[in-house]
């Protein structure tokens, strides 16, 4: 069970929900065998924004994440055409 949680929230237009999510797909394998103390990850979609659920040990794997080479080489760099707005990133721990 995760003891962290890192939540990012992305501004994405309608028309490109689906692109984006096919980004998800493609990244949440490597994710979940890859990065240290990764437990889940998931997609949350409301109207107005896309939330991405990672799951971790510790907030400090969840924090080393955000500095891998899988995320800033390869997610920010495809999700980027689509993102109308930074993300907002917030790191959890459970009490």
Do not use: C, W
């Amino acid at each position: 069970m995760a003891k962290s949680y890192l939540e990012i929230t992305l501004k994405i237009n309608d028309a490109d929900r689906a692109a984006a999510a096919g980004v998800y797909n493609q990244y949440k394998a490597p994710f979940l065998e890859t990065i240290k103390g990764a437990t889940l990850k998931k997609l949350l979609v409301r109207t107005e924004d896309v939330q991405v659920l990672h799951g971790f040990d510790t907030a400090e794997d969840a924090q080393n994440y955000l500095s891998s080479e899988l995320f800033n080489k390869d997610v920010v760099t495809a999700l980027k055409p689509y993102l109308e707005d930074s993300p907002e990133v917030r790191i959890y721990t459970v009490a």
